[in-house]
């Protein structure tokens, strides 16, 4: 069994893998076929993937039964102790949005006292004894 996963790929790419396997989700490719045409394929997609990436997992002989082969993606393969695992990047391919300063409770600051009663002023649904202002 061989399933290979592309994002970001000119559709040309998606359609050549049509050729051998079956797409059941866009970018999702399943099927079963021989190591040759399984090696041959992944060199088209490595050759034709430009900035997408690709990920391929394959069923192979052993403890785990199966491989992955990856392409442009923040994901590799490593193998520990036999097992192959998946390791991420450490250094993110993204720029963290910069966090809001955490307001404090001081002088320039409203007391929690006065935050509470500016929630309850504006508050649409009250009972009817609140809205007259009247307790009674």
Excluded: C
């Excluded at 061989?2 to 790929?9: E, G, Q, R, Y």
């Excluded at 993937?49 to 199966?66: F, I, K, P, T």
């Excluded at 509470?116 to 004894?129: H, L, Q, S, T």
Aim: without cysteine; glycine residues 10%; charged residues 30%.
């Amino acid at each position: 069994m061989t399933v290979v996963i592309l994002t970001a790929v000119p559709p040309g790419l998606r359609g050549h893998l049509t050729r051998w396997l079956l797409e059941i989700s866009p970018g999702v490719f399943v099927g079963y076929i021989s190591a040759r045409v399984r090696e041959h394929m992944w060199e088209r997609v490595v050759e034709f993937v430009s900035g997408g990436r690709a990920l391929m997992v394959h069923s192979v002989r052993g403890e785990q039964r199966l491989a992955f082969e990856v392409h442009g993606h923040d994901w590799e393969p490593i193998d520990y102790d036999g097992i192959t695992l998946m390791r991420r990047s450490t250094v993110p391919d993204y720029v963290p949005a910069p966090t809001a300063p955490i307001r404090k409770t001081g002088a320039g600051a409203p007391s929690e006292d006065v935050v509470w009663r500016r929630r309850n002023a504006r508050k649409k649904f009250r009972k009817k004894e609140e809205k007259r202002g009247d307790g009674g």
